[in-house]
């Protein structure tokens, strides 16, 4: 029982190169998030997907594109890294809208942007 | 602007004694309240949640309390174990119009207990 798995765990970049962060979940969530996580400012919101073919902004969108072409997977892309994007990026899923909306997490992706 | 607000950045209790953490919200619509932990290098797990119906939800060692007409939250811990030492993020939700489709984070405390 996997859970969310995020690949890859650690990863460096220069300024203006891009790459995609995956995100992948087993337990047929119909929900998917990205969240990055800063020193002092907690989790915030970088997009959201609520089912297949469906993406939202969050509070941080700017800089990233995400796609959620399959249920069980939901990837986040930087085209042209910044290095106000290196952080340490969660992904999250859960079953529905409903009840106490208890996110699952993945373990996250430190990325540094040289 | 910040919608839900942890005042703390830290927090340090001895093993066995209580820990307080607080958690304060600006958002009325918001009706689900969680905490979630956090150790170093781990993504964060689901601790304990109440509803805005209830304003108490107990499971073992942890209590949460809900005082809606102050919009504050508090996680009490008793008694406090090393193990326990961690960052706690509090974190809400509201109830439609797209908002109940986010959680919002707080900044977290980080707590430690020390043996």
Redesign the interface.
Known sequence: NAG?TQTPKFRVLKTGQSMTLLCAQDMNHE?M?W?RQDP??????IH?S?GEGTT?K?EVPDGYNVSRLKKQNFLLGLESAAPSQTSVY?C?SRMD?S??????????SRLTVL | DQQVKQNSPSLSVQEGRISILNCDYTNSMFDYFLWYKKYPAEGPTFLISISSIKDKNEDGRFTVFLNKSAKHLSLHIVPSQPGDSAVYFCAASGKGGGSNYKLTFGKGTLLTVNP
């Open positions: 969310v929900y998030y969240y002092g400012m907690g989790l915030r919101l959201y609520v939202a969050g969660f999250a809208g009840g106490a909306n208890v996110l699952t997490f993945g373990a996250g």
